[in-house]
């Protein structure tokens, strides 16, 4: 996988890139840089609103923050897009997250 550096340079040059846009949102997650990677989910989702695993993995990320009711509105958004795809296994994923969130 790409580094962020990496991938904030492709990006330079295709900056409305799902793929990349994805990569770099999970290079973030996976670095401990949680704001950053909310808003390059959200920037994935502003360009391909029907992009399931942005949905899932913004909500891991909020989760891990401790950010449940946000989580659970962009995994309320994820299962329309979900359904609008056709994309069953990332709708049941979702909907497995959403009942693990605590009651509010």
């Known amino acids: 996988m790409p580094t962020i550096d ?3 340079a492709l ?3 295709e900056p409305d890139d799902v793929f990349l846009n994805f990569g770099l949102a999970m290079q973030y997650a996976q670095a401990g840089l949680a704001e950053e990677a909310i808003r390059q989910f959200e920037r994935v989702v502003q360009l391909d609103p029907r992009h399931a695993s942005a949905y899932f993995q913004w909500a891991r990320t909020l989760l891990a923050l401790g950010r449940h009711s946000e989580a659970r509105e962009i995994l309320s958004r994820g299962l329309k897009a979900a359904e609008a795809a056709g994309d069953h296994h990332a709708r049941d994923k979702m909907n497995d997250l959403l009942q693990a969130i605590p009651p509010a």
């Open 6 to 8: 990496q991938l904030r």
């Open 11 to 13: 990006l330079a040059d």
